[in-house]
């Protein structure tokens, strides 16, 4: 751990709030900490994060073999290339490469770890948040008796936390688990003393942690089984990154990086347009790359989907990797469980899969603004209740913001709009004296999911989000190329209200 979380401060007092509160020091956090530090240089701010230490998603996961699901020319910082030639990030690099990140624009002397945001109430009285910070020992803001608290007066909340719990991963109920005499693991918490040479590994599932796990598992000499209910698209792509390696041939280092981010973007929302419009060439192009490794049946049984390419989003394979470990000690087995056995699991089928371990990649369970409570004057604001101004806002909610990133694409794409459109609008305000804003709520409520994917994880837990509406500025489009014009040069007072003082409208 780097950072200190008991770092003296004056600030965050009534008599001297912040003037912003970060909360996640993961990708979100850190992208907007760096801007904020260039943009205001004198302003008081500090990052908060539940754990104990920076990362996020990079923090919480330590599986085998752990690596991003996007290209790192666009996962990566814009202001900041990716110091390796690999295509996607293994999970250390990603980790060390925020923190070096976060250390550039002084996020690390402003770091509180372990420090979970339980309640952010805004005081019309006062016009500031009163932020309550749990501290505790085992960073997972449960309550502990080890536990203290912290409040904090600041000017204005953004929330860079994600989507997701990193405490709890969904994990379902198995016929007769209790049967099995081996072990079960869920790769949200992987033992680090975990033996793997000749041991027999059953995957459950087949996302994007499924289809890494097999390969990295087998590498390490287990014998391996992804078991998955349904197949998914598994796309092979090239492990070292050759769009950015053509652009920096081309041009000098720093436009070459943002020639590559911009067209590797492009290439992403092109590959989702063809895939919902024309999915028959989508499938088409996607099965041609996939006969360089595996059978024509093994393709039709094990990775041909029901569903169009990107309802549900595209798995990467770099170098094909799951396919490659299919030739060695690695298989893949589509069925359904009927239930747990001694020995591992037996298949409707019949058929039984002997294991030694069984690993449930079974999903995450979504969570809204990091599991803490959003109120105004003590009165309670249930995000499922709220509607999303430009999916970054809450309609009525004064001075408060958030981070979502794309869920068809690379999630910092997103992530370092919404930080340079706030960073902006923080900067108007304070030119013009009108500190306080919020968005003006539309005449009706949206009612549209936030996460508008078809995945498991995301209609299982979509309920507890804000809504979107149907027509701009209430909607979220999952669309980079749409949003660049939208979100860099579109109209900041559109459905606004702003003012030295505002009477929220959530509450009126």
């Known amino acids: ?29 850190i992208d907007l900490a760096h801007h904020v530090c260039e943009a205001f240089p004198r302003w008081s701010w500090e990052v908060h994060d539940v ?42 690099e990603i980790k060390e490469y925020i923190r070096d990140a976060a250390r550039d624009c002084g996020a690390l002397e402003r770091l509180h770890l372990r420090s979970w945001i339980r309640c952010a109430d805004w005081n019309s009285r006062e016009q500031l948040w009163q932020v309550t910070s749990v501290r505790g020992d085992s960073g997972s803001g449960s309550g502990s008796a080890s536990e203290s608290e912290r409040t904090i007066w600041t000017r204005r909340v953004h929330f860079g936390a994600g989507y997701y719990s990193h405490s709890e991963g969904f994990r379902p109920e198995f016929p007769n688990e209790e049967e099995f005499t081996g072990e079960i693991i869920h790769p949200q918490h992987w033992p680090e003393d975990t033996e793997y040479a000749g041991r027999r590994f059953v995957v459950i599932g087949s996302g994007a942690t499924a289809i890494t796990l097999v390969p990295a598992l087998e590498q390490l000499g287990a014998d391996v089984t992804m078991l998955q209910r349904t197949p998914s698209y598994v796309a092979p792509l090239p492990e070292k990154d050759i769009i950015s390696a053509v652009w920096k041939r081309i041009l000098p280092a720093s436009p070459a990086y943002r020639a590559a981010r911009f067209t590797h973007g492009a290439r992403d929302m092109g590959q989702f347009l063809v895939a919902q ?79 030694d371990v069984i690993v449930t990649a079974t999903g995450l369970e979504l969570e809204a603004f990091g599991g803490g409570t959003l109120s105004i004057d003590g009165r309670a604001l249930p995000p499922s209740d709220q509607t999303a101004y430009r999916g970054m806002m809450l309609a009525g909610v004064p001075n408060f913001s958030f981070t979502v990133g794309y869920v068809n694409a690379s999630w910092t794409l997103r992530a370092d709009m919404v930080s340079k459109y706030m960073v902006k609008l923080w900067r108007a305000g304070e030119k013009s004296g009108e500190k306080i804003y919020a968005p003006v709520p539309p005449e009706k409520r949206g009612d549209r999911p936030l996460l508008d994917l078809d995945a498991g994880y995301v209609r299982r837990g979509a309920h507890r989000f804000p809504r979107q509406g149907t027509a701009r500025p209430w909607t979220y489009v999952q669309n980079y190329l749409v949003e660049i014009p939208e979100l860099t040069f579109g109209d900041q007072r559109r459905g606004m209200e702003f003012g030295d003082r505002i009477t929220p409208a959530a509450v009126r």
């Open 277 to 355: 419009n024309l999915p028959w060439a989508f499938k088409q192009g996607l099965r041609a790359m996939q006969r360089r490794y595996i059978s024509r049946a093994q393709v039709a049984e094990h990775f041909t989907p029901s569903y169009r390419p990107w309802d549900q989003r595209v798995c990467k394979a770099p170098n094909g990797d799951i396919f490659r470990a299919m030739q060695g000690n690695a298989r893949v087995v589509t069925g359904h469980i009927d239930t747990f056995t001694e020995r591992g699991i037996q298949l409707r089928s019949g058929a039984e899969l002997e294991a």
């Open 1 to 29: 751990m780097t950072a200190s979380a008991d770092r003296d401060t004056s600030a965050g007092t009534l008599e001297n709030p912040l003037d912003l509160l970060i909360v996640g020091a993961g990708i979100s956090g």
């Open 51 to 92: 754990h104990d230490d920076l990362g996020g998603t990079w923090h919480t996961f330590r599986y085998p073999g752990i690596r991003s699901d996007s290209d790192m020319a666009t996962f990566g910082f814009p202001f900041r290339p990716w110091p390796h030639e690999s295509t996607l990030g293994q999970g250390e």
